[in-house]
């Protein structure tokens, strides 16, 4: 029996297997690369406002230790599965493979709606996952992030709450912190800016000018927004964006500024005044340049993609395309894919500058900190632009095969122990 068992999980082996096939991996060496070492189900009761006790269900899972520490978010949605955190730890290995991070992928998460609670029932709840998980994780073992419904005040909790097990202040236990607690300058706008950035590199690549193009963005998270307002300092037009609501339409440019005040004060961008109303289905079909599914799996599937009529999709969620979707966008070869593990891996770079810097007690400023982040965002474009040309492969298999390839050299080299 296969306890991954998830639809995201599948879809994750259904990517390996792919690659494997390709780099002709042995079979032999095939169940020890595509299943995770670890994994961590807890139970954790939570004493809620109304003084009555819930418990919720969290998970952490550990893909491999072959070049570190393993890396990766907690995600809070009431969707958390284990198969479905085990398929994100895996894409976190690839990921980090491919920009060179030393670090294997892990995923946490629970299976909460972060929304209905109160900021104390998140407190607790934040401190007894990270009391539960407290011998799995540390700054030579794994070290959580902010994922989907996550943030810098949760990350600030889990580090108390390990530092209270250590007796002294270790930030190096996770990243994504406040500023002023070892967090890095430049963490939380890294996604969302690094998928701009690519986008743009993709722009390039096809010959499209930025100025006067228009882009759709899928989710309207920490990751979307920033993305959003980046691709408008590149010169394009914003016409469409969702949140868990729905999605609003503006073929004339939607006013970032003007959304940010109104989502600031209502917590959603509906009703937002100046856009229509538009449902996440329409919203994916949208005419544009650049889309940016930044929300959550299994988006861009074999029922839309047919559809689709952009000229490049850049991954800002983590699997947003399912492999048959891949299929029909293969055979049209219309559409440019940024593929998630290189489009989004802005956030987990400056989270291994926040872990160094940590570890040095030796802080950068904004300025490197960005220009580190696009200079190891620009090499692994290329590397992976040129096996994609060089072998005629898509984008997201050839930022696969040198994830997976790196990852299965690292543990050939190291060997089997004993
Ligand atoms: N949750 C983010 C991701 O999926 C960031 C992980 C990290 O910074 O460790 O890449």
Redesign the pocket.
């Known amino acids: 029996m296969n306890i991954y068992a998830h639809p995201t999980f599948d879809m994750a082996q259904r990517q390996f297997d792919l690659v494997a096939d390709l780099l002709a991996i042995p079979d032999n060496d095939r169940g020890w690369l595509k299943f995770p070492k670890r994994a961590l189900t807890v139970a954790c009761p939570v004493r809620m406002d109304d003084g009555s006790t819930r418990v919720f269900a969290g998970y952490r899972v550990q893909h491999h230790f072959a070049l570190g520490p393993t ?3 907690l ?1 809070y949605h009431p969707d958390v599965t284990l198969g479905e955190v085990a398929a ?1 730890a895996l ?2 290995s690839w ?1 980090c493979a491919l920009t060179g991070l030393p670090y294997g992928g892990a ?1 946490g998460g629970i299976s909460v709606d972060a929304r209905s609670l109160s900021p104390g029932e998140l407190e607790r709840l934040t401190r007894r996952y990270t009391q539960e998980v407290v011998n799995f994780i540390g700054p030579q073992v794994d ?5 989907v419904g996550t943030n810098e005040q949760v990350m600030a909790w889990l580090m108390d709450t390990y530092s209270t097990h250590a007796g002294h202040a270790v930030p190096a236990v996770v ?2 912190k406040p500023v002023h607690l070892g967090g890095s300058l430049g963490r939380r706008e890294a ?1 969302g800016r690094g998928v701009a950035y690519l986008a743009g590199r993709a722009m390039d690549t096809l010959g499209l000018e930025a100025s006067g193009a228009t882009a759709v963005v899928q989710g309207y998270g920490n990751v979307g927004a920033v993305a959003a307002q980046s691709l408008v300092k590149q010169g394009l037009k914003v016409i469409g964006v969702s949140d868990v609501g729905g999605g609003i339409h503006n073929a004339a440019g939607i006013d970032l500024r003007r959304l940010e005040a109104w989502f600031a004060e209502h917590r959603t961008i509906l009703g937002f005044p100046e856009a229509e109303p538009i449902a996440n289905a329409d919203l994916l079909t949208l005419p544009c340049d650049v889309l940016v599914p930044a929300a959550l799996e299994r988006q861009i599937t074999a029922e839309n993609a047919g559809q689709l009529r952009c000229r490049v999709i850049a991954e800002g969620a ?1 699997g947003p395309t399912t492999p048959e979707a891949d299929e029909i966008l293969n055979r049209r070869g219309d559409v440019f894919v940024v593929p998630d593990i290189l489009c ?2 802005g ?2 770079v ?2 291994y500058f926040e872990w160094v810097q940590d570890l040095q007690s030796f802080f950068w400023s904004e300025g490197e900190v960005m220009d580190k982040l696009f200079r190891i965002l620009e090499g692994a474009f290329q590397s992976t632009l040129n096996v994609s040309r060089k072998q005629n492969l898509p984008m997201r298999t050839a930022a696969l095969s040198l994830g997976i390839r790196r990852v299965w050299e690292a543990k050939k080299s190291r060997g089997l122990f004993p």
């Open positions: 890396k990766g978010g995600r994100l894409w976190m990921k995923k070290i959580p992030a902010p994922d990243t994504g996604t983590n989004n891996a956030g987990v400056v989270s």
